[in-house]
């Protein structure tokens, strides 16, 4: 929505200025790492105002901008590295208020991304239009303010502390350098390579997530559907993911649900949409498609607390979903420009979601790995 109007003031093409949005959730996915190593030492309510008072800063600074440069600085890394630290607070206070329907609490808590960027859209297309790129940027910058409101809502909860059993034997040098990652309570628990396995999977499946959103337009009007109705498309399955996120909370608080099997299933049937959309031409059957596309991997992606906590356990879901979360923003990010390589290699726009949806059966069999050795540990 911002593309135009800063290629214009900028003097940039499109490739620079899309870099600036996809830079910023390299940021903001890296910066979970160490926001959930900050919620495990001060809780999540000083973390999530300091991150959305820095996420305020970047986006005043952004409305600045003169130059690519000053807007990647602003935009890109301090509105990145804000983000970063609102997010996982949130997912975590919310795990840690509710001892019931947790599941579902979480489901609603990360459907917001969904819904907010639904409500955001036609506001920010009036601002634009009303105010320009600038004055949008400080509205939004307030609006991030505001988001302080929320972080002081998070009240902590008192937890019981276990004492440690360190090893009188010094860490190696690897071990240091891989706790810096995983966290030392992380690497110490049992279920560390369950947790691992489901990680690879998660990091396989991110990678195809976000091609369908990049290349279905274009696919679509190739195929004779206008430019408008393809681009409803993605809203359509922006929609249809916040429901779907919503059922998985819902289902994975069912005592008969396994949040693993869960996620394996939704995968594995995600990897059907992608496959089918290079065949057809009939624009009912596209929002159909992408719909089911949508609201599948909407339950996929609410599941991944849930699996977090049966394998690990509630304490330690902030240093295994910031590592989840930053492990997915890199995938996401690598796989658009690898389908975008295969089309330009194989010059056919179908064989980006042939691929979207070959990786996502490979990912839909990582899961299952991971269930049936978390089977065998159960027992």
Known sequence: MFLAPLMEDMECGRGGVSAAGSFQVGVYSLTSLVSARLVTKHGARPVCIVGALIAA????????????????????????????????????????????????AIGVCVCGSGMGTFILAPLEHFLLGELGWRWT?????????????????????????????????????????????????????PALYIFLLICIADCIASMALYIPFTFLPDEATYKGVSLKDASFLIAAMGISSSAGRICSGWVCDRAWCNPVV????????????PLLF?????????????????????????????ILVRVLGLSLLSPAFGLMTAMQGAAALTGPPLAGAAVDWAGDRGVALHLAGGVMCVAAVGYGLAYFVLRREER
């Open 57 to 104: 800063t970047g986006l005043l600074v952004a409305s600045y901008s003169w130059n690519m440069a000053s807007l990647m600085i602003s935009y890109s890394f301090i509105t990145g590295v804000g983000f970063g630290l609102m997010y996982i607070p949130a997912v975590v206070a919310v795990a840690q208020q509710f001892t019931t329907k947790q599941a579902f």
């Open 137 to 189: 940027f400080v509205l939004m910058a307030g609006l991030c303010w505001l988001c302080t409101l929320c972080g002081a809502a998070m009240t902590p909860v008192h937890q019981p502390r276990y004492q440690e059993r360190r090893s009188a034997t010094p860490l190696s040098c690897l071990t240091k350098c891989i706790s810096m990652v995983l966290s030392e309570e992380l690497l110490s628990s």
């Open 262 to 273: 869960l996620t394996a299933v939704m995968v594995a049937a995600a990897s059907i949409p």
């Open 278 to 306: 290079p065949w057809i031409s009939n624009y009912v059957i596209y929002l159909s498609l992408s719909c089911l596309f949508g609201f599948l991997t909407g339950v996929w992606i609410a599941a991944t607390s849930p």
